[in-house]
């Protein structure tokens, strides 16, 4: 197994991807290597200083960089060397079976669109952002930003599509898909969730459970949450800024830590022809760790192919 990762993505690269990498290789299996993206010269010099095994590393020459503030459109065009189209390059020919990156995340998404493609019958591909559980365990929220504005039958596909996810990643057996609303009666909220209500429980794919509210994000009342991208990035950076108040004011709990996005390390796109993760552009060595090892979970996992089988159900 290759996983591929943008050395030069994120605000503290290419320190942090380097040492994220070695913390990675630390606990990955023997059979796993990495294939790192970046302007040769620079990776070489920053491996000298680290106890990065050899064996277990390639260098793929990148030797532009798409800024964090570039237009992700043009710069993917005007930058056809940067670490992030190549890395998609290597990910479409076969190279490496899923690509990690902490870079511009518009780039990430556009580049998926126009290189790997979406999966045939896949409407919108969309990010998956994660919920701690308080007994435990992990959740998915999707869309958590890829896609502000949605139809009805696009949130149905998110539910059907993150259902598989925390089935063969999170080891969830019959995920309780839950709608996000403004109440649980199925006549509250939007008319984009009243809509899509009536497409839910009448999907045979789905395990519905209805609506869910706010407060139910951290119980067991659903293990997918299902939203617009709007609305799932306004949680997802919710929950990020309590783990930030909590530690300001030096107060630790096991629970909590979890809304720590390195817990995580990235979210993935999903619905697409491949192995992508997205990382957050502050992403420490933790981060980039945790990012590699669910990339690992996705590539055994095969994720996209379940996807693709269940479109043609």
């Known amino acids: 197994m290759k996983i591929a990762l943008d050395v030069v993505g994120g605000d503290y690269a290419p320190e942090s991807t380097i040492e994220g990498a070695q913390l990675a290789l630390n606990e990955l299996p023997e059979e796993v290597s990495l294939v790192l993206i970046g ?36 710069a993917l065009s005007q930058k056809p060397n940067a670490s992030i189209p190549v890395g998609y390059h290597l990910l479409k020919t076969g190279a490496v079976d899923a690509f990690c990156s902490a ?24 990010i998956a952002g994660f919920a701690p559980k308080e007994s435990g365990g992990l959740g998915v929220i999707m869309d958590v930003g890829a896609n ?15 259902s598989i996810y925390a089935q063969n990643v999170l080891g969830i ?35 519905f459970i209805g609506n869910i509210e706010g407060y139910d994000i951290f119980n067991d009342k659903a293990d997918v949450i299902v939203c617009d991208g709007f609305t799932g990035n306004v949680i ?27 817990a995580i390390g990235g979210s993935p796109i999903l619905g697409i022809n491949g192995n992508v993760i997205i990382g957050h552009g502050v992403s420490s060595a ?28």
Not at 286 to 313: G, P, T, Y
């Open 39 to 74: 302007p040769e010269a620079l990776i070489e010099t920053k491996l000298e200083n680290s106890d990065m095994d050899a064996s277990r590393v390639e260098i793929h020459s990148a030797e532009q960089i798409i800024e964090m503030g570039d237009h992700p459109t043009k």
């Open 103 to 126: 870079g511009n995340t518009g780039a990430m998404h556009v580049g998926a669109m126009f290189s790997i493609k979406a999966i045939t019958g896949i409407i919108r591909p969309g």
């Open 148 to 162: 502000a504005d949605c139809k009805p039958d696009v949130l149905l596909q998110f539910g059907e599509i993150a």
């Open 173 to 207: 057996t019959k995920p309780k898909v839950g709608l996000m609303s403004l109440g649980t009666e199925e006549k509250k909220g939007t008319l984009l969730t009243q809509a899509a209500y009536q497409l839910f429980k009448i999907n045979p794919k789905i395990n």
């Open 236 to 262: 997802l950076k919710l929950a990020e800024s309590i783990y930030s108040l909590l530690k300001k004011r030096s107060f630790s709990d096991p629970f909590f830590d979890q809304f720590n996005y390195e």
């Open 286 to 313: 933790l981060a980039i760790k945790n990012m590699l090892l669910q990339a690992k979970q996705m590539v055994l996992s095969q994720v996209h192919i379940r996807i693709q089988e269940s479109l043609q159900d």
